[in-house]
């Protein structure tokens, strides 16, 4: 009997990385914050695999965009001043890049806050509220004059959207409302609850004060209650 055999000699390899692909590859952030930017390897065996911590990222304008290689960050983009650029991620030990287009857009209103908050308000005075914006640059401005004040019960207070009044809260009956404040803008808004109390004399002055009276003239004296 006559037995015939034949071999071939197989080699495993690895699967090498082809291209890396970023998502997203064209964004816009608002200056002053920030968005991340995901690295994803394509093998050539068809597999995937999340590569954002093992590139290195780096930015062609550096002034304008800000991209993170920090552990736990990496790939985290952050607008610095309005402009465009582009993120590049890079395998080190193939040297295979992907870059991705960042647009960094002027700050937009983030949130509005009131003050005094939670205002208290004698009846039949009134107190002056501030409408505070903060952008997403970390700056603020004053949005007193630019917002729409309402408040949920205006037979207990209400507040004025007349120029040069803008905010000024009136207490009308003892009670408590909600004040509103909306960016009509970017439909932004924020609230608190105001209090109106009943008016209640805390102290009284004399005036003038020191009062200088010669003798045998009469002078007048004005007590004023606060």
Do not use: C, K
């Amino acid at each position: 009997t006559t037995h015939l055999s034949a071999s071939v000699t197989v080699t495993a390899t690895s699967a090498e990385l082809r291209r890396i692909a970023l998502s997203p590859d064209d964004i816009r952030i608002p200056r002053g914050l920030g968005a991340d930017i995901l690295a994803t390897g394509e093998y050539s065996d068809g597999s995937t695999a999340d590569l954002t911590s093992r590139v290195t990222w780096s930015t062609t304008t550096p002034t304008v965009i800000a991209v993170s290689n920090a552990i736990g960050s990496a790939g985290r983009t952050t607008g610095l001043t309005v402009g465009s650029g582009n993120v590049t991620a890079t395998e080190p030990t193939t040297g295979i890049t992907a870059s991705g287009a960042v647009s960094v857009v002027p700050s937009t209103l983030a949130h509005i806050s009131i003050a005094p908050l939670n205002p208290r308000v004698a009846m039949g005075s009134s107190l002056p509220l501030v409408a505070m914006g903060t952008f997403t640059d970390g700056t603020t401005q004053d949005l007193t004059h630019e917002v729409t004040w309402i408040t949920s019960d205006a037979t207990v207070a209400s507040v004025s959207n007349v120029a040069g009044s803008n905010g000024s809260l009136s207490g009308l009956v003892v009670g408590s409302t909600t004040v509103v404040a909306t960016h009509p803008a970017t439909g932004i808004a924020t609230s608190t609850v105001a209090t109106v109390t009943i008016s209640e004399l805390v102290s009284v002055s004399v005036a003038p004060a020191p009062a200088l009276v010669s003798v045998g003239s009469i002078a007048q004296l004005l007590a004023i209650g606060t």
